[in-house]
């Protein structure tokens, strides 16, 4: 066991969402008693909360892969551990290509997570609209398509982990915002957090992780230690089931037109979810929710699939990506601040990623080997800035 895990104080994690609530479950069924996760909001609040959420192992990172294919394993066994129905639906997911370039990109990518044991593979443009019957094929390359794949409930994951964290003695402490952290320098020049401030009283404080989506920045500057992580909004909508004569929609895979980003798959009700991400947003902490981007997702499905463009959308959510530099997380324990492990920046897959960074961030903090090296997830691998560093991931929308 490490250091940080013999001294006085609680454990302390910053964020009640997936990541964080991951982490303490983990932590907590590892043995770790005085453990306590500190929420500005409510649990699942943030980031956390949308309605659905995709889970994948389709990336070009292989530590990314790594971390999904563990995560889709965690989800298929979900009920028995930790406990509660996620509504885990393998249905698939369906990358959309009409580039070239991006058909070898995610070709590379495929061979790479055939290696690493993701079921994926290449099909044409007549194999994807057989998985997809909206797909107009029309200007399509290709596509990328694993079985494995599909989709989840992050509210019901976030009840899940807080319910087995409790049971195991977390406190799990929501409305509680926090105003500053002690950070103790030693003769050698690092240091260590000693107490982490919040508006309902101090929590001394034997290791502090940083799970706090888009707010992380903020405990970052608060310890010492630069996390670049800016929060961008992003908006989903929800349709009405098809209206006669129209069929009710089939079941699809999540499909996703890799070049303009727009995505759908199905909704609760008979309805479909629909997104895409607005090149012209701008960084900040702003969810409210508005139609005029839907318009843009409208004149992208008049092109790639005409039968959903005119859809009557009832209702919508907006919620904060934590984006870093090079759309990777930030998975660590910090240099010179000894006792300060961080989780956050997952640029819109932390959902997807969430059990497997529970494991790494438990492993960190007992001073054991995780079971993929997050080395490269360091926060200081933008040390000479964020141009310079970074690891960029391909299978990004």
Known sequence: MSATSRTAGSVVIVGGGVIGLSVAFHLAEAGVRDLVVVERGTLGGGSSGKPIGGVRAQFSDPVNIALGLRSLRAYEGFAARPGGDIRL???????????????????????????????SRVVGPARARELCPYVRTEGLVGAVYSPDDG?????????????????????LRTGTTVTGVEVETGTTGGGRVTAVHTDRGVI??????????????????????????????RQIALTRPPRPPRPPAPRIPFTIDFSSTAYF????????????ADPGQQEGFD?????????????????????????????GWAGLYEVTPDCNALIGRAGNVSNFLYATGFSGHGFLQAPAVGEVVRDLYLGREPFVDVSPLSAERFADGPVTGGRPEVHVV
């Not at 070709?107 to 055939?114: L, P």
């Not at 139609?291 to 005119?310: C, K, L, M, Q």
């Open 265 to 276: 798959h199905n909704a609760d009700g008979g309805g479909l979810l629909l997104g895409l």
């Open 151 to 171: 989709h989840a409930r992050p509210g019901l994951v976030v009840q899940g982990y807080a319910r087995a964290a409790a049971r195991a003695g977390a406190r």
């Open 204 to 233: 001394p404080c034997s290791a502090l992780v940083c799970a706090a989506g888009a707010w992380s920045a903020g405990i970052g500057d608060a310890v010492g230690v630069p996390l670049p992580v800016r929060p961008l909004r």
């Open 89 to 119: 639906d393998r249905v698939g997911y369906l990358f959309l290509l009409s580039d070239p370039a991006d058909l070898a990109a995610f070709g590379a990518s495929v061979a790479v997570q055939n290696r690493m044991g993701v079921p």
């Open 287 to 315: 969810t409210t929710w508005t139609e005029d981007w839907v318009e843009s997702f409208r004149d992208v499905a008049r092109v790639r699939a005409p039968d959903i463009a005119d859809l009557e959308v009832v209702d």
